[in-house]
Nanobody
Framework: QVQLVESGPGLVRPSQTLSLTCIVSGDSITTRYYHWNWIRQPPGKGLEWMGAIDYSGSTYYSSSLKSRASISRDTSKNVFTLQLSSVTPEDTTVYYC????????????WGQGTQVTVSS
């Protein structure tokens, strides 16, 4: 059974960098042709795709976040991470990691989500 678990700080100060990790079990993040995604849901809004890293290590970003987001991975630990710089209170929301089997923005496994609050 594939499981994804997000971890990270619940509270981040404005202007700092948010760092989240998605721990994957039950499958390898290098398995063809999986894409491993970060998605968030701002309050009162729909899901927002932030970016992804695929089985080969290639990364993809939302155009609106590309200047602030960075996704990386550690294949030895089977995890991938999101770093979001220069956060503001508008980045306060629940963050999810999710698996897309073929890079088609269709997700078959999700983490439970982690709440991040940006506040001084």
């Amino acid at each position: 059974q594939v499981q994804l678990v997000e971890s990270g700080p619940g509270l981040v100060r404005p202007s700092q960098t948010l760092s989240l990790t998605c721990i994957v079990s039950g499958d390898s993040i290098t398995t063809r042709y999986y894409h491993w995604n970060w998605i968030r849901q701002p309050p009162g809004k729909g899901l927002e795709w932030m970016g992804a890293i695929d089985y080969s290590g290639s990364t993809y970003y939302s155009s609106s976040l590309k200047s602030r987001a960075s996704i990386s991975r550690d294949t030895s630990k089977n995890v991938f991470t999101l770093q979001l710089s220069s956060v503001t209170p508008e980045d306060t929301t629940v963050y999810y990691c999710a698996r897309d089997p073929a890079g088609r923005y269709e997700y078959d496994y999700w983490g439970q989500g982690t709440q991040v609050t940006v506040s001084s």
